[in-house]
């Protein structure tokens, strides 16, 4: 069938669309990302001096400098960062592109980057049905700590999923917010008597996970008390490692459904309050704009949302366990 060419997008006198060689386009792609002539070469599999004849042939086309040559590697000027975000972004596509229509490659490599505590006890549980749903995806999971922020160009990530707010220069996807409540283990309470009582809790220590150290004090908002700031605590930076603390018995943390569900339902973790404040900040799937017209990013999004939706719809089922209570 021909195609419509009413649509079509305008070309350039001549008919061809005027853009610069490919290989100089690659070169700079893999300078700007590397911040080095040298690695970039190593990448591509050329000399350094062909990187770096490449990248002057494409400022001279330009008119403009991409880089500032400086002792210790190179910088992209203002012009040369902008250029690189979209230069990348475009080869992403062309090679997608190229993925998807090749006889040769039925799999599709999919890089994510997550955080540890939600890859262990959500995602990676969950990657078998993925697999069934995306045979054809290939899953490359990076994870990295909460306070570590990722770059989905240099770093060739197609897909991110963060807990926070909003994030500026890319698309987001809400999947679940949690709820926020104390938990500890049956061992600690035990050393109470068989109850925790505000009291016992106050004087206990605290397990604070040093990037959402507010989630302690929204909760005893929420139940009208206003504890000492010179409170017994440890700072995490990772809540993966405040919740095996608090698994051993070393104090109390705050458990975040649905995150910790499968430590309640083991009897790992008990609840020592009914009480629960709702989350502030969510878990949210992000991707740069141009990811959006990748077929396995839009693959792997439907399959996410689908079972982010069911995490939603147990939270709120959970709900009725707790006595959810406002929070400043």
Known sequence: MPRDTSVERPILSGGRRKLPPLNALRAFEAAARHCNFTRA????????????HQVKLLEEYLGVPLFVRQANGLVTTARGEAYFNSISQALDLMF???????LESDK????????PHFARSWLV??????????PE????LRVRPATESCDFAREKIDVAIRYGTSWLGVISNHLFTPILFPVCSPALVARHGGTLTMA???EETFMIVASESDDWRRWFAGMGVLPSPRRNCVIFDSYALALEAAIEGQGVAIGRLPLVIDEMDAGRLVVPFSAAVEGVKAWHLIYANSAAFLGRVQRFKNWLMAEAKKSAEEIAARKSQFRMMPSA
């Open 96 to 102: 997608d592109a190229t993925q998807q229509t090749s």
């Open 200 to 202: 016992n809790l106050i």
């Open 137 to 140: 995806l290939t899953v490359n």
């Open 125 to 134: 549980p969950r990657l078998p049905r993925l697999h069934e749903a995306c």
């Open 41 to 52: 070469a190593e990448e591509l599999c050329v000399t350094q001096a062909a990187v770096s």
């Open 108 to 115: 599709a490599s999919l890089m994510i980057d997550c955080h």
